[in-house]
């Protein structure tokens, strides 16, 4: 009768520590996940690093150029390796990727540090939503391996929807610590009052650390975004 | 002959990567092509992508507006160059290379498109006066009426407050 008794209070006590030792794991996720949000949007302390390995997420036509543009001012001693991901039906953007480099490149020796890759897209224009379940997995799969190999500290992006995959998991290495990266993201000169969906996700999800919009209307609705005016340069 | 190639001064239309056959029946149509004429222009280039739609091409003998068309081409910023006029489809890309060199533009909103947010773009550059902004079966109206002395020439952004923003965020000392 004892013996019965213990035994099933070793059952329940085991189950019990069980129970606490998972609802210990996800109070702890949550702190990470919480403490992960409010890191996000501090800017880093002085002088941490020379240089951060920076992945730029290309889009077709439009994007890519408001891309380059931004590309053009920033000092690209501070921000390289450069790593340019296009979705893979788009064969212009990275061609155009690589003339901007072509054309910054100081001397040939450093050439080096740019390179291009290609994504998968999780959904074509005009594809069916049942083949599309197995094209996200596809998608998300190979976005996680690129992510793998480039580690980046830095993401520029301006909303091709390749960039949500990219930022989420991104996201993610912030909260197991595998790498902290800073997330930039501009909105398209083209969003004059609404924001895109990817833009609305990384604004609201607070997954970029700072968001930057091309034209006061949507900075009324949007004020923790930074409102920069048109970026639409010369270069 | 010499004359007429001296004072040419083109009109380039532009759809982009797409097809807008609705744009491009636009401009061929008597009426528009008229217009043109009337206000000194007189070649109509066109690119038009992947439309079915094939003008008809005109090479101006009889005085009348020379009509040449082709569907791609890598090098679309060296045909606005040397256009007088632009009539471009919606997209940015388009719209700014146009703008950045100082054309004339008239943007044609192509609302067969689902998600037309594009035409908040040109809505709002025609408020600064940057451009016009019409639909195709609109635009000989449109023409009719334009001034494009009233147009207000785009002045290019400055991207350096971003650069800023971006280096004292990843704490990098103003240079």
Redesign the interface.
């Known amino acids: 009768m004892e013996e019965g008794c213990s035994c099933i209070y070793s059952r329940m006590a085991s189950r019990f520590s069980i129970g606490l030792l998972m609802i210990l794991a996800i109070v702890l996720l949550m702190v990470r996940v919480l403490y992960v949000i409010y890191r996000c949007g501090k ?7 020379q240089s ?1 390995t920076t992945l730029i997420v290309l889009g ?3 994007h890519t ?2 891309m380059l ?2 590309l ?4 690209k001693d ?1 921000f390289t390796p450069r790593f340019y991901i296009a979705a893979a039906t788009d064969n212009m953007s990275l061609q155009k990727a690589r003339s901007f480099e072509d054309s910054v490149a100081e001397k040939p020796a450093v050439k080096e540090a740019s390179q291009f890759m290609q994504i998968y897209r999780s959904r074509e224009v005009g594809q069916s939503y049942v083949t599309s379940v197995w094209t996200t997995i596809v998608a998300i799969v190979h976005a996680l391996w690129l992510m793998i190999r480039i580690r980046p500290q ?1 993401i520029l992006c301006n909303g091709p929807g390749t960039c949500i995959p990219l930022c989420v998991i991104a996201f993610v290495f912030k909260v197991l610590g595998i790498r902290w990266s ?1 997330i ?1 993201y ?1 909105e ?7 924001l ?1 969906l990817s833009g609305l996700l990384l604004y609201k999800l607070r997954i970029a ?2 968001f ?1 919009v ?2 006061p ?1 949507l900075h009324k609705k949007y004020p923790r975004a ?1 409102y ?7 270069f | 002959m010499e004359d007429r190639e001296n004072a040419k001064r083109v009109v380039f239309v532009t759809v ?2 797409t097809s807008f056959d609705a744009l491009v029946k636009a401009v061929v149509s008597e009426d528009v092509k008229d217009e043109l004429q009337k206000r000194g222009f007189t070649h109509l280039l066109i690119q038009m992508g992947r439309g079915i739609f094939f003008p008809t091409k005109c090479d101006g003998a009889d005085g009348s507006l020379v009509v040449d068309y082709f569907t791609f081409s890598s090098s679309i910023a060296d045909y606005i160059r040397s256009a007088s006029l632009v009539i471009s489809h919606a ?3 388009s719209i ?2 146009t ?2 060199l100082g054309k004339p533009l008239i943007v044609v909103v192509n609302e067969d498109l689902m998600d037309n ?2 035409c ?2 040109a ?2 550059l025609e408020e600064r006066k940057h451009l016009y902004y019409t639909r195709p079966h609109t635009l000989y109206q449109t023409l009719k009426k334009m001034e494009l002395e009233s147009l207000v020439r785009y002045t ?8 800023r ?9 103003d ?1």
């Open positions: 800017p880093l302390p002085k002088g941490v690093s951060f077709s036509g439009g150029a408001e543009s931004l053009s001012v920033l000092r501070r830095v800073s930039f501009v398209s000169v083209a969003r004059v009052k609404k895109s650390d700072q930057f091309q034209w209307q930074h920069v005016g048109c970026l639409m340069i010369e | 982009g990567t997209g940015s890309g700014f290379e703008l950045k947010h594009q908040e773009l809505e709002a290019p952004g400055d991207g350096t407050p971003v650069a923003i971006i280096d004292r965020f990843l704490g990098f000392p240079d």
